[in-house]
């Protein structure tokens, strides 16, 4: 594994063993700090002048799940699974939905600006997340690691025929939101590499690397072996060095509203939707003496608490807590976790996650695995 590495002005520079990170830490030259992904990285106290090799980040856009790489020379930087937003659609029809509401009651409020389209490039709302989601990403990542290149999975758009060709070209959402991704790359700085799908299959037989069918599984192999086979081509890479994956849920947070969609009884609208619950922003990483690591939801009015959700989940664990109670951690914008190694399959046989022993014999230690779960008590 490698460790992101920045200098006391935010200048990225290369990447660090673990090892060399501790040492930094320990000897008060460095100190330890989170992105908006969440991703740990290195600051150190000193400027420092860059020396930098290529690094290539790989991108396999997908409609529920997106694969990214960072790959050097040599070795492998960092492997992601991200969660694509898939939400926005919902919202605007609710929103159209509300408004239209909002007319036939015959409720006017003068206009606050002027939000005609004419003559204006108009991109769908939902297209328009889902592929600005995919620059943000690299845009972080950009923030703390010294990227030059990046190559994409071209997405085949699905287009008619007409008299001069493909005639929908210009307003598949595909064709409009991946365009649009391009042009967000290249404003970066960054050099954009395409590849079609056929030529990153090709990539992975001339590696020798396997692609599972289980979308959602959390492993190197689901999304994140296409980014690597991908900017392994540029960089030059010869075999992934590191296989170990950060998984990345994009925190959902809900905006004010004029009231809730549904009235109390007796016809009340209550207020709905904040960024901020007492002080604090949602999805604000705390630490509560009972529940733990924990973020930021919603807060009662009139009991002055705030609500806990649990970090990976996001569960609500409680409605009652109190802010002085909380060791405020981090603000992110997305919640990540490193996953755990998966356990090694015998032959013909598949070891339990949680193993019943015969009574009166002690479960040994190596029964449990990186990832199952103990005994309980």
Not at 19 to 32: D, N
Not at 133 to 153: D, G, N, Q, W, Y
Not at 281 to 286: S, V
Not at 298 to 308: A, E, P, Q, V
């Amino acid at each position: 594994m490698r460790v992101p590495v920045v200098d006391t002005r935010g200048v990225a520079l290369m990447p660090c063993t673990p090892a060399k990170a501790r040492h930094l830490f320990k000897s008060g030259k460095a100190r330890p700090k989170r992105n908006k992904l969440g991703l740990f990285y290195v600051q150190l106290c000193y400027e420092q002048e860059p020396n930098n090799q290529v690094l290539v980040a790989g991108v396999d856009p997908g409609s529920k799940f997106e694969g990214y790489s960072v790959v050097g020379i040599k070795d492998t930087v960092l492997n992601l699974m991200v969660e694509a937003p898939d939400h926005v659609k919902d919202a605007v029809e609710i929103r159209r939905t509300l408004r239209r509401a909002r007319r036939h009651r015959m409720w006017r409020r003068p206009k606050r600006f002027d939000n005609r389209l004419n003559r204006k490039k108009r991109i769908p709302p939902s297209t328009r997340s889902r592929w600005e989601a995919k620059a943000c990403v690299i845009a972080h990542l950009k923030s703390i690691m010294p990227l030059t290149e990046v190559v994409v999975e071209d997405v085949c758009a699905e287009t008619c025929k007409g008299k001069g060709g493909k005639w929908n070209d210009s307003f598949s959402p595909i064709q409009v939101g991946k365009e649009h991704l391009y042009k967000l790359l290249v404003v970066m700085g960054l050099n954009v590499h395409l590849k079609e799908g056929y030529q990153t299959k090709e990539l992975r037989d001339t590696y020798g690397l396997k692609k599972t069918k289980s979308k959602s599984r959390q492993s190197f192999d689901s999304h994140a072996v296409d980014g690597w086979v991908m900017a392994a081509s540029v960089s030059g890479a010869e075999k992934p060095t590191c296989t170990r994956l950060w998984y990345i849920v994009g925190a959902g947070l809900y905006r004010r509203q004029i009231h809730r969609l549904q009235a109390s009884k007796g016809g009340e609208r209550k207020p709905y939707g904040t960024t901020r619950s007492l002080g604090l922003k949602r999805g604000t990483i705390l630490k509560h003496p009972r529940y733990g690591l924990s973020t930021v939801g919603g807060f009662d009015r009139k009991c002055n608490t705030i609500s806990l959700h649990a970090y990976r989940t996001n569960k609500r664990l409680t409605q009652k807590a109190k802010v002085k109670d909380c060791r405020v951690l981090t603000w992110v914008a997305s919640r990540s976790w490193l996953v755990a190694k998966e356990q090694k399959k015998s032959k013909g046989t598949e070891l339990p996650l949680c193993p019943s022993p015969k009574k009166g014999r002690p479960i040994p230690p190596a029964a449990f695995a990186e990832g199952s779960p103990g005994p309980t008590g």
